[in-house]
Antibody, heavy 119, light 110 residues
Framework: EVQLLESGGGLVQPGGSLRLSCAAS????????MSWVRQAPGKGLEWVSI????????NHVDSVQGRFTISRDNSKNALYLQMSSLRAEDTAIYYCARRSDTFFYFDSWGQGTLVTVSS | QTVVTQEPSFSVSPGGTVTLTCGLN?????????PSWYQQTPGQAPRTLIYNTNTRSSGVPDRFSGSIVGNKAALTITGAQADDESDYYC??????????FGGGTKLTVL
């Protein structure tokens, strides 16, 4: 069974930094691209970042370019999101999602971790 | 800036049929955008319903179907049930790894 477990969320001040983690299990991790998707309170889903199966390729939504960095450690079956220069508008639940190995969609989701940016 | 449009809300009677749509602020949605659809109930993670325009994800009832209708992607629920009351999101693949979600449709079954 595919399992994705996010951690690392919490309260951080504006301008601060935080690193989210996602522990993956139940599948061959290094065969799948992985993404982060977020959801602000009471709002819709927003795709944030993606990393290729090897970790060689990444991309981010424009609003986090230069502030967030997605990475992975295939030896640990782990996905990360390093967030810096955090703003109030980054407050959201952050979901880890697995990209299908055949099509451009997300076939598995974690339960999410809440990040609150506030003074 | 690419904006993916969805109806903010929709209602359907139990047993009825409803079609939710997913469009672009500029241009038409085609299969090349690899539309997918997700269902989310409050406090829960999204659940994948449809991918590659019209393929149901494992375990999804056949009352859910996906298609292209005119210049939009569409999710049709045939024979709506009370537990279909949820938020529904479409996702389009824009290329170069970039994806954009629609704003979501809140479906009420009453």
């Amino acid at each position: 069974e595919v399992q994705l477990l996010e951690s690392g969320g919490g309260l951080v001040q504006p301008g601060g930094s935080l690193r989210l983690s996602c522990a993956a299990s139940g599948f061959t991790y290094n065969k799948y691209a992985m993404s982060w998707v977020r959801q602000a309170p009471g709002k819709g889903l927003e795709w944030v970042s993606i990393v290729s199966d090897s970790g060689d390729y990444t991309n981010h939504v424009d609003s986090v370019q230069g502030r967030f960095t997605i990475s992975r450690d295939n030896s640990k079956n782990a996905l990360y999101l390093q967030m810096s220069s955090l703003r109030a508008e980054d407050t959201a639940i952050y979901y880890c999602a697995r990209r299908s190995d055949t099509f451009f969609y997300f076939d598995s989701w974690g339960q999410g971790t809440l990040v609150t940016v506030s003074s | 800036q690419t904006v993916v449009t969805q109806e903010p809300s929709f209602s359907v009677s139990p047993g009825g049929t409803v079609t939710l749509t997913c469009g672009l602020n500029s241009g038409s949605v085609s299969t090349s955008y690899s539309p997918s659809w997700y269902q989310q109930t409050p406090g829960q993670a999204p659940r994948t319903l449809i991918y590659n325009t019209n393929t149901r994800s494992s375990g999804v009832p056949d009352r859910f179907s996906g298609s292209i209708v005119g210049n939009k992607a569409a999710l049709t629920i045939t024979g709506a049930q009370a537990d279909d009351e949820s938020d529904y999101y479409c996702l389009l693949y824009m290329g170069s790894g970039i994806r954009v979600f629609g704003g979501g449709t809140k479906l009420t079954v009453l």
